[in-house]
């Protein structure tokens, strides 16, 4: 997925967020905080807010990084659904997501509440860009990181499901573009909004 100048705000710094090798190793060994790897509508850091019940004035962003899970491919049920994650028979096919760090049991039960059903949580082993010093140079390095991921639960693909589009290299990717014009997300943002005003105005010195 290429970044687009018109993507959200907190979208974009998901994507370009590269934490050190100290800030991982702190989120990742957090107690009760195991990472989660999400390729759908819970990459947009406002939808994460949103289905977690999340203040929206949180900056979740900062503990989102750009990851990739090999060993899967994507499939929808039509062109305007979200995508699910599917055991693949090339262990170089690869889905790209956001790998999400620091989240705490309730929230991590949360998540497991909006995808299960049809799907199973699943361990997978996420690839993310991590930045480190070396004599005074940044350096950035790919670091695997354990996390939990929710694919399709039935032991083949269904009648019905597309596999989505890939790259030449086998990368599979859910457009963003389609939630990011539907009413749904429409809402989230004015949520958001409400949010933030309200916020502000308890802030607000009595006048």
Known sequence: MDDKADYPSDFLQARNNTLTDDEVNHLVEKPGCAARFVY?????????????DMPQTTDIAKCMMHATVYG???YHFSPDSTPV??????PQHRVEGMLILGLN???RNRIYEYESGLMSLVDVRAHVTQLDSFE??????????D????????????????????????????????ILCSQIYQNMLAAQRASTIDLARKSAPDA
């Open 40 to 52: 759908g509508v819970l990459m947009l850091p406002t939808a994460l807010k949103y289905f977690l």
């Open 72 to 74: 899967f491919k994507l």
């Open 85 to 90: 994650m599917l055991p693949s028979e090339d």
């Open 105 to 107: 049991e309730e929230y």
């Open 136 to 145: 005074g140079y940044d350096i950035r390095s790919v670091r695997i990181v």
């Open 147 to 178: 996390a939990g991921a929710f694919v399709w639960n039935q032991e083949k693909v269904d009648e019905g499901m597309n596999e989505l589009p890939s790259t030449e290299q086998g990368l599979y990717t859910w457009p963003v573009d389609g």
